[in-house]
């Protein structure tokens, strides 16, 4: 396995537009995450998922943002009508569950998104 | 409100010198504390993790403390090399040990 992959890895969109990220975690790992990555700031957390299901969103989501992971294995980030304001690093991390006692997250590259 | 907090301006140090980064926190009681790599463009890597009940973590030329009274990790790197030049992020775990909360990371600039 070659770690958590994303795609793709540059966007850029006109604003309006919906996009699609999607990520591929370690195959080992049932937690995924989302985080949104701005210049000179650290990761800012916005959902995760144990296999299939959605446990927690962040407030700082709007409804312009959905994600999914169907199958327990990749997921998707959509974002639709974008905004200029949407323009970041989106982060994929994927980890064990917190009962096996390993907590490290392991992180994609991101997907560079700039709406102009 | 739960706030993470790195120095924000960029360390400069020499070469092998030893680097200390601070990372504080208010309104937590983590029971693990994580710090992370980052290289410009690319996703953060995990170097270390530091439970509340051990006061000092050490890999190879790494070494971080953990001081849960004064809501507190110091992150040394010593024998500093170019090629530790990047952001290091400060994490903690939270929501039942759920998700990372990061600071906005410290960048590190070694110099020849």
């Known amino acids: 396995d070659t770690g958590v992959s994303q795609d793709p890895r540059h966007k850029i969109t006109k604003r309006g537009q919906n996009v699609t990220f999607r990520c591929d975690p370690i195959?080992?790992?049932?937690?995924l995450y989302w985080y949104r990555q701005t210049l000179g700031q650290g990761p800012e957390f916005l959902t995760y998922f144990q296999n299939e299901a959605q446990l927690e969103k962040s407030r700082l989501l709007s409804d312009r943002f959905s994600a999914e992971r169907p199958k327990g294995s990749f997921s998707t980030l959509e974002i639709q009508r974008t905004e200029q304001g949407d323009s970041a690093m989106y982060l994929c991390?994927?980890?064990?569950?917190?009962?096996?006692?390993?907590?490290?997250?392991?992180f994609g590259q991101g997907t560079r998104l700039t709406v102009v | 409100s739960q706030k993470i907090e790195q120095n924000s301006e960029a360390l400069n140090i020499q070469e092998g010198k030893t680097a200390t980064l601070t990372c504080n926190y208010t309104n937590y009681s983590p029971a693990y504390l994580q710090w992370y790599r980052q290289d410009p463009g690319r996703g953060p890597v995990f170097l270390l993790l530091i439970r509340e009940n051990e006061k000092e973590k050490r890999k190879e030329r790494l070494k971080v403390t953990f001081d849960t009274t004064l809501k507190q990790s110091l992150f040394h790197i010593t024998a500093s090399q170019p090629a530790d030049s990047a952001t290091y992020l400060c994490a903690l775990l939270s929501g039942g040990y759920n998700k990372l909360i990061f600071g906005a990371g410290t960048r590190l600039a070694v110099h020849p």
């Open positions: 195959s080992e790992h049932n937690r």
């Open positions: 991390a994927s980890r064990f569950p917190p009962k096996e006692g390993r907590h490290e997250a392991f």
